[in-house]
């Protein structure tokens, strides 16, 4: 069965700290994996998205990481801020057919305190 | 440019009514996906439309229906309203099947009393 699992599943930081966000995922095949910020009550927003061929890519402090081998990625949040609290969600499409569905993580729930 | 709208912004039903919500797509995007986001949980896939026809729809029953107009934006029907259907329905539009550019709106709230 197609999951993706995140952990952990909550985490509070102190404002100015850096964090890291897990996602494992069984989606197999898959066309590519997204992370997406979400505040409370609004839909989610994008921050990254990587195909299987690429192990990183940045949007400003967010840094999102992929090793396609061992199905794992991971969301690097640096100099945190008030505003980062929120839900993260990682997502994965699947790869082989156009099924429309992307497989969502139940997501992690980052709180940033002054 | 305009992102994905979605109407109403909230919206309080009574148990066995029926719910429309209401969709429209970034210019340019033929594919439509709805979603149900039930409060803490994650995001459980509804629906797809693309190009007017249902293409996917997850593991929901029958109540739970749609359409997509010619003008590419979308309807979700939720009939014979229960209290557990209360959730935030999210709809999100792509410029094609597979996804790219796929962008969410901001929901509507739906709370069934």
């Known amino acids: 069965k197609n999951q993706v699992e995140q952990s952990p599943q909550s985490l509070i930081i102190l404002e100015g700290k850096n964090c890291t966000l897990q996602c494992n995922y069984t989606v197999s095949p898959f066309s590519n994996l997204r992370w997406y910020k979400q505040d409370t009550g609004r839909g989610p927003v994008s921050l990254t998205i990587m195909t299987f061929s690429e192990n990183t890519k940045s949007n400003g402090r967010y840094t999102a990481t992929l090793d396609a081998d061992t199905k794992q990625s991971s969301l690097h949040i640096t100099a945190s801020q008030l505003s980062d609290s929120a839900s993260y969600i990682c997502?994965?499409?699947?790869?082989?057919?156009?099924?429309?569905?992307?497989?969502f993580g139940q997501g992690t729930t980052l709180q940033v305190k002054p | 440019e305009a992102g994905v709208t979605q109407s109403p912004t909230h919206l309080i039903k009574t148990r066995g009514q029926q719910a429309t919500l209401r969709c429209s797509p970034i210019?340019?995007?033929?594919?439509v996906y709805w979603y149900q986001q039930a409060l803490g949980l994650g995001l459980q896939f509804l629906l797809w439309y693309d190009e007017g026809e249902e293409r996917n729809r997850g593991n929901f029953p029958p109540r739970f229906s749609g359409r997509q107009f010619p003008n590419y934006s979308s309807e979700l029907n939720v009939n014979a309203l229960e209290l557990e259907d209360s959730a935030l329905y999210l709809c999100?539009?792509?410029?094609?099947?597979?996804?790219?550019?796929?962008?969410f709106g901001s929901g509507t709230r739906l709370t069934v009393v």
């Open positions: 997502v994965v499409s699947e790869g082989s057919s156009n099924t429309g569905k992307l497989i």
């Open positions: 210019s340019g995007h033929t594919s």
């Open positions: 999100a539009s792509s410029q094609e099947r597979g996804g790219r550019g796929y962008t």
